[in-house]
């Protein structure tokens, strides 16, 4: 039987409060250091989109593989990544989760099942396709979930995955955020049919879901990951929502004229998923304002140890740039 | 010690190693049947869990390499024909290449690739590059190129056992000669050459299939006195640019075999290193024999005329003599 979203105890649905919101005060100290010029490189930020990643990561834990996007820190931090040394990896620091030598486009931490960021439009699912492979032969349970956007959808390695993923039966969890724009196009100037529908002709299901809202995507996931974990392989999620910053920040200073409506963007602002899983939160008297506020004090804190970490954190020192090429080097 | 062509050899590698750890996977387009021979019998004895036929879609099974590599499998994936290498790029320069770079080391990729590579069967434009310079370049691959059978079993291990991504190519235009292959266990390490054959007069480097017909061409001129020093580098990632130097400053003369296009052939980046590293040796021009860049023509004659051949390596042999005197 699956579970049901409406019926979680109150501290999940808390623990998914305060997670998103640790992803969006993160990324709104990052959107703070680029507009101040302090970030080495492009950054994409997730912003609106953080029930996809915790509603899903919500059922995994270190031992689940995900693979993740150039839009990756919310899927890093959903995982359990730390926070501090994803800065300090944005920062170019010593420190970083990747020593400076990947940062905000390649977090990942091995230690937490995430494979990482990936700079290649749709590079990840292959990836997790893999990582489903090597679970489905250790025989322990475990899963494999790759989060890719609207425009990754239309590379062919999605239907190269849903077609060997169905074949063997991987333990693989397709999530496809659909955000509305590939880059600047929006989805349908570049995209026939609906996402979700590609899955069918390959036998897997597929679930579309109101991706601003996390129960429901909790529940999405619930099915996919328990199906994976079953033995009866692969699903993909379509989840719907929207990029209410730009595709990359600093976006304004090279585009000539708009690509979207700001009303557009403004009517999404008020279905940001955090607000509306706190309307949740009263309206079913499963917490007090005053819980939810404790709960944003703690995140500010953490964040704020964060950027005291990520910003004290020492440069990489240029004798070792050559890095860590092989792992049996000669 | 008995007489084995290299897709046996290959074979028995697989086998064996197969065998020995259980952790490993192995994947591919129809290597149940074996286009090659070389996956042959591997189904059978190791069970559909660990070795598996793949459709086909180059993008995907590169990139699961990497996956399950990251995952904490080993991994086998063969790409068959070199030129498909191309369609599963991405997954190979991208993933495999930088994921253990980009995370600081936090992993290691152990996959070994098999294709064939190189022409000289008829197979046409697209079944017939050389593709081991465009490997070499990209870093983090390690690029392993046997001539005789008994190399191909002991790298093919030794590939299979190292905790990073190999390319293991087999030279197309090889043929099927066998050679003397040892009963007993054995690894042949990564980035160390073997002196073929030795000589004073004039060092030749050649790369994997290329080994054979420069040893031909050693023995023809043996008869006129000249010596020939036969280099086979095994593996041009790593390279042991000791061996290749150490002949180099001993006869003074250096050219360079290599199946693959002159622009950036492989034998371009030797010819500079030693440039670099041994002018003062040198007393002729470095020359390098390699296949003009053209890709390679279908017909036997035409394809005969730009792969490197014995003719046009004791040309370049002769070219380098007519320098500076003899030692
Ligand atoms: C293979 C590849 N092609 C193009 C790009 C450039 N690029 C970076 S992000 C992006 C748009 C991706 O859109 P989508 O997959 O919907 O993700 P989103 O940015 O909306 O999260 C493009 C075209 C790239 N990084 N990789």
Redesign the pocket.
């Given at each position: 039987m699956n579970a049901i979203a409406t019926n979680l105890p109150r501290e999940e649905l808390l623990a998914m409060y305060e997670r998103m919101l640790l992803i969006r005060l993160v990324e709104e100290q990052l959107a703070r250091d680029c507009a101040a010029g302090k970030l080495p490189g492009p950054v994409?930020l997730y912003v609106g989109e953080e029930a996809i990643a915790v509603g899903v990561c919500r059922h995994l834990d270190d031992r689940d593989w995900i693979t993740s996007?150039?839009?990756g820190h919310g899927h890093f931090l959903a995982k359990g990544g730390d926070p501090a040394r994803m800065l300090a990896e944005i920062y170019g620091r010593a420190s970083g989760i990747c020593g400076g030598f990947g940062g905000s486009m390649h977090v990942a931490d091995f230690s937490k099942g995430i494979i990482g960021a990936n700079?290649?439009?749709?590079?990840g699912i292959a990836l997790a396709a893999g990582a489903a492979l090597a679970a489905q032969l250790d025989g322990d349970g475990r899963v494999a979930v790759a989060f890719?956007?609207?425009?990754?959808a239309n590379q062919g390695v999605l239907a190269e995955a849903l077609n060997v993923a169905a074949l063997w039966k991987l333990p693989l969890v397709l999530v496809c955020?659909n955000?509305g724009?590939?880059?600047f196009s929006p989805t349908a100037t570049v995209t026939s049919g609906r996402i979700v529908e590609r899955a069918r002709p390959f036998g897997v299901p597929g679930i579309e879901v109101d991706g601003n809202d996390v129960l429901a995507v909790w529940q999405a996931a619930h099915v996919a990951v328990r199906r994976a974990r079953a033995g009866e392989g692969p699903t993909l999620i379509e989840a719907l929502t929207y990029?209410t910053r730009g595709?990359v920040e600093y976006e304004v200073t090279f585009l000539s004229e708009p690509y979207r409506d700001e009303a557009e963007v403004e009517a999404w602002k008020h279905k940001d998923p955090i607000p509306r899983l706190a309307s949740y939160l009263f309206e079913h008297e499963l917490a007090h304002p005053e819980e939810l506020h404790a709960i944003e004090e703690r995140v500010a804190q953490i964040v704020a140890e964060a950027v005291r970490f990520a910003e004290n954190a020492p440069e990489p020192d240029p004798a070792g740039a050559r890095g860590h090429m092989f792992a049996n080097p000669r | 010690m008995a007489r084995k062509r290299m897709i046996q050899a290959m074979n028995e590698a697989l086998h064996e190693e197969m065998e020995r750890d259980p952790s490993i996977v192995l994947f591919g387009e129809d290597v149940k049947a074996s286009l090659f021979g070389d996956t042959k019998g591997l189904w059978k004895r190791f069970g559909p869990e660990r070795v598996r036929d793949t459709p086909i879609c180059e993008t995907l099974i590169a990139g699961m390499a990497v996956g399950a590599a990251a995952a904490g499998r080993r991994v086998i994936c063969h790409m068959m024909f070199g030129n498909f290498v191309y369609t599963g790029m991405?997954a190979i320069a991208n993933q495999a290449a930088k994921l253990r770079f980009m995370t600081n080391g936090q992993i290691k990729l152990p996959i070994t690739f098999i294709a064939v590579s190189g022409g000289g069967r008829s197979a046409a434009a697209q079944h017939s590059d050389a593709i081991h310079p465009v490997l070499a370049n990209l870093g983090g691959i390690k690029v392993v190129m046997p001539s005789s059978p008994a190399d191909a079993k002991g790298l093919l291990k030794a590939a299979i056992r190292d905790d990073d991504p190999v390319f293991f190519l087999q030279a197309a235009g090889r043929g099927g000669e066998p050679g003397e292959v040892p009963a007993d266990e054995y690894l042949v390490p990564l980035g160390e050459a073997c002196v073929r054959r030795p000589g004073r007069d004039v060092t030749v480097v050649a790369i994997g299939s290329m080994v054979r017909p420069a040893l031909k061409c050693a023995e023809a001129l043996e008869g006129e006195g000249i010596e020939v020093e036969v280099i086979d580098p095994r593996t041009i990632v790593p390279l042991d640019l000791d061996t290749i130097l150490g002949s180099v400053r001993k006869t003074g003369r250096l050219v360079v075999v290599d199946e693959a296009r002159d622009t950036c052939s492989f034998a371009s980046h030797i010819a500079a290193l030693a440039a670099e590293h041994a002018f003062d040796a040198l007393r002729a021009p470095i020359r390098r024999v390699t296949v003009p860049d053209c890709a390679i023509p279908f017909a036997p004659v035409l394809e005969r005329a730009v792969l490197p051949s014995v003719e046009r390596i004791e040309e370049a042999i002769r070219r380098t003599l007519k320098h500076g005197g003899r030692s």
């Open positions: 994409h996007t150039h839009r700079g290649v439009v749709g590079g890719f956007g609207d425009g990754a955020e955000n724009f590939s880059e990029r595709h | 991405d």
